[in-house]
């Protein structure tokens, strides 16, 4: 029985250094696109904060997809080129 308790945690311990580390929890929270804002409603580029507020985001777009509330603005086309411009991709939820 010892046996089997080693081979498991070797499996696991194995398992754990292929998938390498966990990434970090991310608090979807529309606001924090807020920097994003003016280059969505505009024409003028995004600033590097609002790039990497949306790179930070980008797990929760789908979310926001989802939510009527959220929707129109990140499926809008200033939305778009932004994420463009920010070598972010919209996904298809």
């Known amino acids: ?7 498991i945690v070797m499996v696991v311990a ?3 250094v292929e998938v390498g580390p966990m990434a970090e929890a991310v ?5 924090e696109l807020s920097s994003c804002l ?6 003028a580029p995004p600033s590097t904060t609002c790039c990497q507020k949306l790179k930070q985001q980008k797990p929760c777009l789908c979310g926001y997809l989802k ?4 929707k129109a603005y990140v499926s809008s086309p200033g939305a778009k080129r932004v994420a463009s411009a920010c070598g972010v991709a919209i996904p298809s939820c």
Do not use: D, E, W
């Open 27 to 31: 608090n979807c929270t529309p606001t």
């Open 38 to 43: 003016a280059a969505i409603s505009s024409n």
């Open 67 to 70: 939510n009527p509330s959220f």
């Open 14 to 16: 194995l398992v754990l």
């Open 1 to 7: 029985m010892m046996k089997c308790g080693v081979a």
